[in-house]
């Protein structure tokens, strides 16, 4: 399979070439020129295996340059021993015979970002060997949060490598500051933006497609390559746990005929986990409505609902911080495939976003949008009403995000009444990541007590097990105490790789 650019439909390179480069030369993001059909005979053929046997499976359709043998070690090197303890990878919990959680959160930092971010150093560093680079490998990251703790964990003293993760100053909970700031590993960085995500976000763009230091990195053996979502190798392995799922359910007996459809809500900032459901979709998993849920940020909501997408509003720091985005990389990715490839509109419309701040798309991809999506947004107090509605009503725990995301489920019942179509909701992080906002929700916090006696409390309360990779943050040194300001994140990767 090959993989064009979003900006320019006259680029072919492999997914070799699309995973070590991270971005297109021209600023665009790759995306496969054709997609695979995965019908319901390969979900019969597969249905009775295990996660990583249908990893391998569904990879093979996408990584077309990678042998299976070689897609089966990736594989077992990313999921085997690091999940759970009883194997689950990403298991379903009902909460009722039609709605379930997926939770995508038993991996090592505890939040959805570890289902693809353990399998992509891995695939990395065989496509550098497939494309001949003999470089060191810079990878540069943006997070809002889960994103930049699972990338240091994957690439921590991985040979050929080495990570800078800058992360907005105040735009994180504790607990995701600790375990960014606390990682070990002799090739790790990290490094606090003053800002929010977008400026984080925009000044790692800004790095990459910055002649100066690409020249910089050449001349000292180095190339930059990316850990966030615009790279394939983070997108593709997202596709899988979506196509596990529903796997997982026909199993069960759950979903027993063909083209049985189910919906899937996703609570999305940066769209690229949403956007790994549409590509499920689009290769022939039977999905009804992919539903977008979003936090007091609602750029996305609105985009759907109106195909204008404007960033020039007020940023809102939220409970659910990992979704307080207003520049959606992935969305790019989308409105390609709905323009029907036209990289010139996509050209114009990122151009637009660039020098305006939106863009707003032409007739035929809005009908396309809102045939495809439905749209939704839920502020801090309904998030919160919605953590102790769940707890009450199912005994069950839900972070900040899933909360978002079972609110927004909500609300499309509500105005659609298809409760009947079965539902997978995307759980993206463990409660306790997110404790002060979670016991908030259940009852008073004494905001003088330290997190780590509020996630003991939460635990009490729920029955359910503090992970040792949270616990174990308590009186952890910190090694990475760096505040820059965003034009000044280029001197800092100057400063960590010794470029200056």
């Known amino acids: ?218 001349a000292n053996g180095m190339q930059f390559s990316s850990a966030n979502s615009i790279n394939l190798g983070r997108l593709v392995p997202q596709i899988v746990y979506y196509i596990s799922a529903y796997l997982d359910l026909m199993c069960s007996g759950k979903m027993d005929y063909e083209g049985e459809k189910v919906n899937i809500v996703v609570p999305t900032g940066n769209f690229g986990n949403i956007l790994a459901a549409f590509y499920a979709k689009q290769i022939g998993l039977p999905v009804g409505k992919l539903i977008c849920a979003s936090n007091a940020n609602n750029v996305l909501t609105d985009f759907i609902k109106t195909g204008v997408y404007d960033r020039n509003r007020t940023f809102h720091t939220t409970i659910s911080p990992s979704m307080d985005i207003l520049i959606s990389s992935n969305l790019e990715r989308l409105i390609y495939h709905l323009s029907g490839c036209d990289s010139e509109r996509v050209k114009k419309w990122m151009a637009d976003l660039a020098a305006t701040g939106r863009y707003e798309v032409d007739d035929d991809v809005k009908a396309q949008l809102q045939e495809l999506f439905w749209a939704g947004c839920c502020d801090d107090a309904g998030t919160k009403s919605t953590i102790k509605d769940i707890f009450d009503d199912y005994n069950y725990l839900c972070d900040t995000h899933t909360a978002v995301a079972l609110n927004v489920y909500n609300q499309y019942v509500a105005e659609t009444e298809d409760s009947e ?60 105490d760096k505040v820059c300001d965003r034009d000044k994140m280029i001197d800092v990767v100057r400063e960590t790789l010794g470029l200056k």
């Open 1 to 218: 399979m090959l993989y064009t650019s979003t900006r320019d439909s006259s680029v072919r390179v492999d997914s070799a070439t699309a995973i070590a480069t991270g971005i297109s030369p021209d600023g665009g993001l790759y995306v496969p020129v054709e997609l695979p059909v995965y019908d319901y005979a390969d979900l019969n053929r597969v249905m009775s295996a295990g996660y990583c046997e249908r990893a391998v499976d569904i990879l093979s359709e996408f990584l077309t340059d990678f042998s299976k043998t070689e897609l089966r070690e990736c594989v077992a090197q990313a999921y085997e021993g690091k999940f759970r303890e009883d194997g689950e990878i990403a298991p379903l919990h009902g909460l009722t015979d039609k709605e379930y959680v997926l939770e995508l959160w038993h991996g090592p930092t505890c939040a959805f970002k570890d289902m693809a971010l353990q399998l992509l150093p891995h695939l990395l560093r065989k496509a550098t060997l497939k494309t001949g680079c003999n470089k060191e490998v810079v990878i540069l990251v943006a997070t809002s949060g889960d994103t930049g703790k699972a990338a240091l964990e994957g690439f921590a003293d991985v040979p050929g490598t080495r990570i800078i993760v800058f992360y907005p100053d105040e735009g994180v909970s504790n607990i995701q500051k600790l375990q960014m700031t606390t990682q070990e590993g002799s090739n790790v960085s990290v490094c606090a933006v003053s800002g929010n995500f977008d400026d984080a976000q925009t000044g790692v763009k800004n790095i990459f497609l910055n002649a100066d230091i690409k020249a910089e990195l050449e």
């Open 421 to 480: 179509t079965p539902v997978i909701v995307a759980s993206t992080a463990n409660p306790y990541k997110f404790a002060p906002s979670v016991l908030d929700a259940l009852t008073d916090v004494d905001p003088s007590r330290s997190e780590f006696d509020i996630i003991s409390e939460l635990s009490v309360m729920s029955s359910v097990a503090i992970p040792d990779e949270l616990a174990e943050l308590r009186g952890k040194e910190v090694r990475f």
